[in-house]
């Protein structure tokens, strides 16, 4: 069996389900759906429908006598008066309300009617409407919690902090290294064994001799044979002179040494005795024997002496500590003419100049050195930011310059809220499990359009005065730069914000730059040397700025260049050009911070007139729209 089941809840619609098998016994076979639904309507009403039966039995039923009986009073059942339809039918009326409420599928009959014809208004109770339940619910409690925000419309620009960073310097000086040289005279006399060395010789003719140098301080005494030529040696004496004692700072520029020697011969022609003071190197014949055949004799060694100049140099060397850590830019003899030295003695010695490290073959040298300094320069951060130079004070000073240099740095403060509206913000929420279980926002946003509206007035203005119809760019800037000595040995520097401390000292240039420094119009790119000394020691620098006709461009092309991928260049080849039409467009306002700026707020303005004078310079540059 099938039953249809009516909701009315603004809309109606049919839904069939499967009925119970005993019900679907009765009509199951059935195919066709109107002939269904009029089966399932005769067993809910507990009527047959006009059609569904003979019509010989339409109208009577029968409940017994003869099969060709077919009107009342030839059945012969008692029951004859139910079929008097012109009678009294209150008894089959009760006979049929007792059958039926015997019946045991009368429950069944009365559920399907009720789920097919719905609400029974002679028995189910009243429909309510919705009114009707909503009045009879009770709201359930809320909680409120508020909160006061504070939304500032008024400002000023707050106190400048104060920083302190460091910069690499550079040095250049001059040193001068000189020396007194002075002289002693060191005399010795031999230590002769006693005896006396002695050694004889034969010879055809002549006889010679020598006093050479072994190597160091030992040398030889020979007597020597032959004729009119050394044919040969005998070794008289070997010895070794007395060192010395040499200082570290003195050198032997002389010496000298001689033995005295006796020679005797047989007491022939030219042969007797000879005796002599042999200086080192000398070869003399002392003897001629004119006999015929080998002659014969001794020689002997008397005695020796020595002498030694010693020179002594003390060296001044006032360029010793540059130079191991800074770098030689030139070095320059001053005098390099011999000079007469007197010694101890009184000898008289012509000594050159000292030839060793440092002097160099020089009595007095000037050398100048360059330094520069390696430190990191943290005060290129704090230009950026546009903080500005008040003092500096070399920390680490060096001969002719600075190793490092300690700025202090005031740097901009910002804007600081002067004035608040208070607006309070409320938030009711009802408990978890209830009929309302969520928050609502009661309260009223505030209005921060004004320092937005403010500053879109002071850029519209600003792109009036800055829009270039030649190249069609919005915000152009201007390379500047101002320089510094890195020496130190200036008092101004040029790249002061201050302008009255560059007047008569500093370009027209630079002058402007501090001011624009001052107003907060320039970007700082960085620093790069102009003037270079030798082997690259830095001199002087400069500093290079991009430089905007307001302190509004210069924040946008802070902000919006790292939007679009524009690039700075380098303190070399800086790049300070206006934005294009469409990189202008590009950029994603929302992003743009506008505190800085928002000290200077003094009226508000519809964003629209920004939109209509752009577009109106635009076309007129273009010629098209």
Same mark, same amino acid.
Request: hydrophobic share 35%; aromatic share 8%; charged share 10%.
């Given at each position: 069996?099938w039953?249809?089941?009516?909701c009315?809840?603004?809309?109606?619609?049919?839904?069939?389900?499967?009925?119970?098998?005993?019900?679907?016994?009765?009509?199951?076979g059935?195919?066709?759906?109107?002939v269904?639904?009029?089966?399932?309507?005769s067993?809910?009403?507990?009527?047959?429908?006009?059609?569904?039966?003979q019509?010989?039995?339409g109208?009577v039923?029968?409940?017994?006598?003869?099969?060709?009986?077919?009107?009342?009073?030839?059945?012969?059942?008692?029951?004859?008066?139910?079929?008097?339809?012109?009678?009294?039918?209150?008894a089959?009326?009760?006979?049929?309300?007792?059958?039926?409420?015997?019946?045991?599928?009368?429950g069944?009959l009365?559920s399907t009617?009720?789920?097919?014809q719905?609400?029974?208004?002679t028995t189910?109770?009243?429909?309510?409407t919705?009114?009707t339940?909503?009045?009879?619910?009770t709201?359930?409690?809320?909680?409120?919690?508020?909160?006061?925000?504070?939304?500032?419309?008024?400002?000023?620009?707050?106190?400048?902090?104060?920083?302190t960073?460091?910069?690499?310097?550079?040095?250049?000086?001059?040193?001068?290294?000189?020396v007194?040289?002075?002289?002693?005279?060191?005399n010795?006399?031999?230590?002769?064994?006693?005896?006396?060395?002695?050694v004889?010789?034969?010879?055809p003719?002549?006889?010679?001799?020598?006093l050479?140098?072994l190597?160091g301080?030992?040398?030889?005494a020979?007597?020597?044979?032959g004729?009119?030529?050394?044919?040969?040696?005998?070794s008289?004496?070997?010895?070794t002179?007395?060192?010395?004692?040499?200082?570290?700072?003195?050198?032997?520029?002389?010496?000298?040494?001689s033995?005295?020697?006796?020679?005797?011969?047989?007491?022939g022609?030219g042969?007797?005795?000879?005796?002599?003071?042999v200086p080192?190197?000398?070869?003399?014949?002392?003897?001629?024997?004119?006999?015929?055949?080998?002659?014969?004799g001794?020689?002997?060694?008397n005695?020796?002496?020595?002498?030694?100049?010693?020179?002594?140099?003390?060296?001044s060397?006032?360029?010793?500590?540059?130079?191991?850590?800074?770098?030689?830019?030139?070095?320059t003899?001053?005098?390099?003419?011999?000079r007469?030295?007197?010694?101890?003695?009184?000898?008289v010695?012509?000594?050159?100049?000292?030839?060793?490290?440092?002097l160099?073959?020089?009595?007095?040298?000037?050398e100048?050195?360059?330094?520069?300094?390696?430190?990191?320069?943290?005060?290129?951060?704090l230009?950026?930011?546009n903080?500005?130079?008040?003092?500096?004070?070399?920390?680490?000073?060096l001969?002719?310059?600075c190793?490092?240099?300690?700025?202090?740095?005031?740097?901009?403060?910002?804007?600081?809220?002067?004035?608040?509206?208070?607006?309070?913000?409320?938030?009711? %929420?009802?408990?978890?499990?209830?009929?309302?279980?969520?928050?609502?926002?009661?309260?009223?946003?505030?209005?921060?359009?004004?320092?937005?509206?403010?500053?879109?007035?002071?850029m519209l203005?600003?792109i009036?005065?800055?829009w270039?119809?030649?190249?069609?760019?919005i915000?152009?800037?201007?390379?500047?730069? %101002?320089?510094?000595d890195?020496?130190?040995?200036?008092?101004?520097n040029?790249?002061n914000?201050d302008?009255?401390?560059?007047?008569g000292?500093?370009t027209?240039?630079?002058?402007?730059?501090a001011?624009?420094?001052?107003?907060?119009k320039?970007?700082?790119?960085?620093?790069?040397?102009?003037?270079t000394?030798?082997?690259?020691?830095?001199?002087?620098?400069?500093?290079?700025?991009?430089?905007?006709?307001?302190?509004?461009?210069r924040m946008?092309?802070?902000q919006?260049?790292?939007q679009?991928?524009?690039?700075?260049?380098?303190?070399?080849?800086?790049?300070?050009?206006?934005?294009?039409?469409?990189?202008?467009?590009?950029?994603?306002?929302?992003?743009i911070d506008?505190?800085?700026?928002y000290?200077?707020?003094?009226?508000?303005?519809?964003?629209?007139?920004?939109?209509?004078?752009?577009?109106?310079?635009?076309?007129?540059a273009?010629?098209?729209?």
């Amino acid at each position: 069996m099938w039953k249809r089941v009516v909701c009315s809840i603004g809309v109606a619609f049919v839904l069939v389900l499967p009925g119970s098998l005993a019900q679907g016994a009765h009509c199951g076979g059935m195919t066709d759906m109107y002939v269904l639904a009029q089966c399932e309507g005769s067993h809910t009403s507990g009527a047959a429908a006009p059609g569904m039966i003979q019509s010989t039995i339409g109208s009577v039923p029968q409940y017994g006598g003869s099969p060709t009986c077919q009107t009342g009073g030839c059945s012969g059942a008692p029951q004859e008066s139910y079929f008097n339809t012109t009678g009294d039918v209150s008894a089959l009326n009760n006979d049929g309300a007792t059958a039926a409420a015997t019946d045991p599928r009368m429950g069944e009959l009365q559920s399907t009617r009720t789920a097919v014809q719905g609400w029974n208004l002679t028995t189910s109770a009243p429909v309510l409407t919705s009114a009707t339940v909503a009045a009879s619910v009770t709201a359930p409690p809320v909680t409120e919690s508020c909160t006061d925000v504070r939304t500032c419309n008024a400002w000023s620009e707050g106190p400048p902090s104060t920083e302190t960073c460091t910069v690499p310097g550079s040095a250049m000086s001059i040193c001068q290294i000189t020396v007194v040289t002075t002289a002693r005279t060191l005399n010795y006399t031999l230590t002769v064994p006693s005896p006396l060395p002695t050694v004889g010789w034969s010879t055809p003719h002549s006889v010679f001799v020598s006093l050479r140098s072994l190597g160091g301080n030992n040398y030889e005494a020979l007597i020597g044979r032959g004729h009119g030529s050394v044919w040969g040696w005998y070794s008289l004496y070997t010895f070794t002179a007395p060192d010395p004692g040499l200082a570290s700072d003195e050198i032997v520029v002389q010496s000298g040494i001689s033995v005295n020697i006796t020679v005797q011969g047989d007491g022939g022609p030219g042969c007797g005795t000879w005796t002599g003071n042999v200086p080192l190197g000398a070869v003399w014949e002392v003897l001629g024997c004119s006999a015929a055949g080998d002659q014969g004799g001794w020689a002997r060694l008397n005695s020796g002496t020595g002498f030694y100049h010693i020179r002594k140099d003390v060296i001044s060397d006032g360029c010793g500590g540059l130079r191991a850590t800074w770098s030689l830019i030139s070095s320059t003899c001053n005098d390099t003419v011999p000079r007469s030295v007197t010694t101890d003695t009184g000898t008289v010695l012509v000594l050159p100049p000292p030839a060793t490290f440092p002097l160099n073959a020089c009595w007095d040298r000037t050398e100048s050195y360059g330094y520069q300094g390696l430190g990191p320069n943290t005060c290129a951060p704090l230009l950026q930011r546009n903080c500005s130079q008040t003092s500096s004070v070399c920390t680490s000073p060096l001969p002719g310059g600075c190793d490092t240099y300690t700025n202090t740095m005031s740097c901009p403060g910002g804007s600081v809220c002067t004035a608040e509206t208070v607006v309070r913000q409320c938030t009711t %929420c009802g408990a978890p499990d209830s009929l309302v279980p969520f928050c609502v926002d009661a309260s009223t946003p505030p209005n921060t359009n004004l320092a937005n509206a403010a500053t879109w007035l002071a850029m519209l203005d600003s792109i009036k005065n800055d829009w270039d119809p030649a190249t069609l760019r919005i915000f152009t800037g201007a390379r500047m730069s %101002c320089d510094y000595d890195t020496l130190g040995s200036v008092i101004v520097n040029c790249c002061n914000t201050d302008p009255s401390t560059l007047i008569g000292s500093c370009t027209d240039e630079e002058i402007q730059l501090a001011k624009d420094r001052q107003f907060k119009k320039s970007h700082y790119i960085g620093d790069h040397c102009v003037t270079t000394g030798p082997f690259g020691i830095c001199l002087r620098k400069e500093e290079v700025y991009c430089s905007y006709t307001s302190q509004l461009a210069r924040m946008i092309h802070d902000q919006g260049q790292p939007q679009l991928g524009m690039t700075w260049g380098t303190a070399d080849a800086p790049i300070c050009d206006g934005f294009s039409v469409a990189q202008f467009t590009a950029i994603n306002w929302s992003l743009i911070d506008f505190s800085e700026w928002y000290s200077n707020v003094s009226a508000s303005i519809d964003p629209v007139g920004i939109t209509n004078s752009m577009t109106t310079r635009i076309c007129a540059a273009t010629g098209s729209c």
